[in-house]
């Protein structure tokens, strides 16, 4: 009865089902065709679905952040959660998998990790008014390479596009020759 009255729990009940309806609907997904339209509209709820698991799991994973004072938990209690958390998430990681949500898996390393704030905060504490500022300026010289680095790959992409645009226009002049000259 203590479960049902604790947000978290049911939180995580409901993470729970969800990733249970994920599991049905990968194993009904060997029935349909290997491709169509109907598949492909199955695989997009999956992947959808996975996604809103992800997002419940985040969120458990702050609410055990950011338990209210009225109810503590044991240190014993909180590790159990964060493992209950931890094996769902490597739950979802693998279903992801199997459909081939490579990017989904690797959304940190592209985002970076969600406890930026908290990094942040420990980097500041106990600054000076010039020791923070040093600091901006530390973090600002790191942003400036990470735009340098992310210029030099959009000016590659720029690149390749702009040579696959004249290949395309050097097969469109080609089909249409091809077409003139059989008719």
């Not at 479960?3 to 997904?29: C, F, G, H, Q």
């Not at 349909?32 to 199955?42: A, D, L, S, V, Y």
Request: glycine share 2%; with cysteine.
């Amino acid at each position: 009865m203590a479960a049902s009255r604790d947000p978290w729990m049911r939180e995580y009940n409901e993470a729970v089902k969800l990733a249970d309806d994920i599991t049905d609907m990968i194993s009904e997904k060997s029935s349909f065709p290997t491709t169509g339209q109907e598949t492909q509209r199955h695989s997009s709820a999956i992947r959808r679905k996975i996604t809103i698991l992800s997002t419940r799991l985040d969120s458990l994973e702050s609410l055990l952040s950011k338990l209210p004072a009225k109810q503590p938990l044991t240190q014993k209690e909180m590790n159990r959660r964060k493992d209950m958390v931890a094996n769902l998430r490597s739950k979802v990681n693998q279903m992801a998998s199997t459909l081939n949500m490579s990017n989904f898996t690797k959304r940190d390393s592209l985002l970076g990790p969600e406890s930026k704030s908290v990094e942040a905060m420990s980097r500041t504490a106990g600054l000076d008014n010039a020791g923070f500022v040093g600091l901006q300026c530390q973090i600002m010289k790191e942003q400036d390479e990470d735009l340098e680095k992310l210029e030099e790959t959009v000016i590659s992409a720029k690149h390749i596009a702009l040579a696959v645009n004249e290949e395309l226009d050097l097969h469109t002049r080609l089909i249409v020759r091809v077409l003139f000259l059989s008719h």
